[in-house]
Nanobody, 124 residues
Framework: QVDLVESGGGLVQAGGSLRLSCAGS????????MAWFRQAPGKEREFVAA????????YYRDSVKGRFTISRDNAKNTLSLQMNSLKPEDTAVYFC?????????????????WGQGTQVTVSS
């Protein structure tokens, strides 16, 4: 079993910054490709960013490129998301996810390990 626990969410004004963290424990060898997804009220869960384990290649949805940065520390089994220039439309519950496969996928169904989520609210 492997567990993921997110932290770092909160309330911030538009233009502000937040840093989300995700800590893995247990069978962390399963934490290959990792990603952040988000889900706003009444909307489907959507891909935000992802990173591979070995070469740390990164991938982003277009709307966060240049504002968000995903990173990971394999030695500590942690995943981070630095979010700058936040906008009200970034408001959502953010989830950390991982898959045993090494390649990144943008479909949430391809990830089988999930955290409980952390709320990010951006006020205008």
């Amino acid at each position: 079993q492997v567990d993921l626990v997110e932290s770092g969410g909160g309330l911030v004004q538009a233009g502000g910054s937040l840093r989300l963290s995700c800590a893995g424990s247990g069978h962390t060898w399963r934490l290959n490709a990792m990603a952040w997804f988000r889900q706003a009220p009444g909307k489907e869960r959507e891909f935000v960013a992802a990173i591979t384990r070995v070469d740390r290649s990164t991938y982003y949805r277009d709307s966060v490129k240049g504002r968000f940065t995903i990173s990971r520390d394999n030695a500590k089994n942690t995943l981070s998301l630095q979010m700058n220039s936040l906008k009200p439309e970034d408001t959502a519950v953010y989830f950390c996810a991982a898959r045993s496969g090494g390649d990144v996928r943008r479909n949430s169904a391809e990830y089988d390990i999930w955290g409980q989520g952390t709320q990010v609210t951006v006020s205008s």
